[in-house]
Each structure stands twice: as C-alpha cells, then as structure tokens.
C-alpha cells in the first residue's frame, strides 16, 4: 500500500520518534509511506486565524501534491493532521476562501480538491484493520495498563474531521487491545492538556496537565499514549512522573521493530 505522507516540522526534531516508530511500523505492516518532496510548515495557525489564507497555502501545496499522485495524505501529528483536515475541507465547502487561495498559487501548484486525508490511526483502522495488526503482533504488551490520550486536536472540529466519536473515542482503545495491552477507562482522554496557553501562561498548563496525569494514574494506568507532540511536550514537563509516549511507540515496540535503535 503507497501513501503520500506530510511528517511536518516537529517530527523532524522534537518529536522524531513520533515519526521513526511510524515508519519502521509501516514497513513490518506493508505500508510505504512516501514523504512528499516539497512539503513546508502545515501553518498550525489555522484555529486561531479564520479569515487569513497565506498560512494555509503550505497546507494545499501538500494537497495538491498527494492529487497529483493519486494517493491519501497521511500524517501522524494531531496538529498537521488537523490542519490538513481543515484545509482541505475549507477549500471543498468555501468558494470564496478557495478563490482566494487559487489567487495565490501557481498553476501548476493548483488543488482541484479530491486528497483524502488521513491520520495514520484512521489508516491502520479503516484500510489495514486491528484484526490484522494484531497477527503481526510478536511483543505482546500484555498486562501493561495503558491510558489512551486524544486532546484536542485529533477530534475536534468533529463535523470535518470525522475520526471519530468526539465524545466517546475508541480508535486508540482498540488499538492497544490489537497490540495486547489493557486499555484503562479514564475521564480526561479528550480535555485540552493546556498547551495552547502554555507562551501565556505556564502554570495553568502545567496545572491543566498534571489533572489529566494524576487522573490516569488514579484510573491504574501505567502510562499515557498520544498522538500529538505538544500533549506530550506539555504531560512530561508537568513532571507528575506518569510516562507518556506516542503511539508509534507502542505499534513499533509490539510489531518487533528495534525501537532502541531508533
């Protein structure tokens, strides 16, 4: 299976595992993700800059480029996937924001809309399937007790993202239990860890992240898994002791793939 992938900037430093793990488990489950040539910034101001376009532009260049492909987009950060998402539902659903944008881009840089996008958890769900994960599975993580953790950005907006039910997700739940582990049933899976108020105010991400870390802990958990690289960022530097990885992690850990290596 061929997909086109937008890694973004922070799996190229801070989030780097992220990215290896997802790599080297796509390879174990006969997926080829093909990093996109020309990909910049996905512009993760889209939230908090409705009616500007310019740091959407490095977005639809990636759309445009799976298109010509013909293949999905994939990504596996919360934030390029959300963005992504939104993007390429704007331009679909809003004339006056895609004349704007066709404005600014080249013709040969032109986006006629048909990219599916796609996180890589909607991807393993929906077109490798859990069932099939979990023959490949050879590092059972058995008897670990794990706290899925969704945040923001991987399910909301739900009307355009659509990955799943934003109120009762169970896309990571069903993953962990494909890779033999125990999903732990919490209240605080999809509240904000704070990470967008952590430049204004420090203490009250931290104090938003250490509530979602003792609420694992209280639930039995013995580690948080997520998605997005400021969750991460923000659940270990609450310093509440609790270990939080990616979810790439755990796929590359349970597939065999030699994680210590990367």
């Known amino acids: ?22 790599r080297k488990s796509a390879e174990i ?18 939230t908090s800059a409705a009616d500007e376009v310019a740091t959407k532009l490095s ?11 013909g293949r999905p987009l994939v990504s596996v950060c919360s934030a390029c996937y959300n963005v992504l998402k939104q993007t390429d539902h704007a331009f679909k659903t809003d004339p006056e924001f895609a004349s704007k944008v066709r404005r600014y881009l080249a013709p040969d840089e032109c986006y006629n809309g048909g990219t599916e996008v796609l996180h890589l958890l909607e991807l393993l769900r929906d077109k490798v399937g859990f069932e099939n994960i979990a023959k490949k599975v050879v590092n059972p993580l058995k008897g670990v007790k794990i706290a899925a953790y969704y945040g923001c950005m991987l399910l ?38 704070g990470g967008y108020v952590l430049l204004e105010s420090p203490e009250l991400a931290k104090k938003r992240s250490l509530e979602i870390s003792s609420d694992a802990a209280a639930a039995g958990a013995d580690m948080i898994v997520t998605a997005c690289p400021l969750c991460r960022y923000n659940l270990d530097k609450a310093g509440s002791g609790l270990p939080t990885v990616y979810f790439t992690e755990l796929l590359a850990k349970a597939l065999g793939a030699e994680v210590d290596e990367i």
């Open 1 to 22: 299976m061929y997909v086109s992938y937008f890694p973004g900037c922070t799996l190229k430093t801070k989030a780097v595992r992220l990215d290896r793990c997802a």
């Open 29 to 46: 489950l006969g997926i080829e993700l093909q990093e996109l040539d020309s990909w910049q910034c996905c512009g993760g101001a889209f």
């Open 59 to 69: 977005s639809v260049r990636a759309l445009a480029e799976a298109e010509r492909l």
């Open 156 to 193: 909301r907006p739900s009307d355009v993202l659509g990955l799943d039910d934003p109120e009762n997700p169970s896309v990571m739940e069903e993953l962990i239990r494909a890779l033999g582990g125990e999903a732990v049933g919490w209240s605080q899976r999809n509240e904000c860890c």
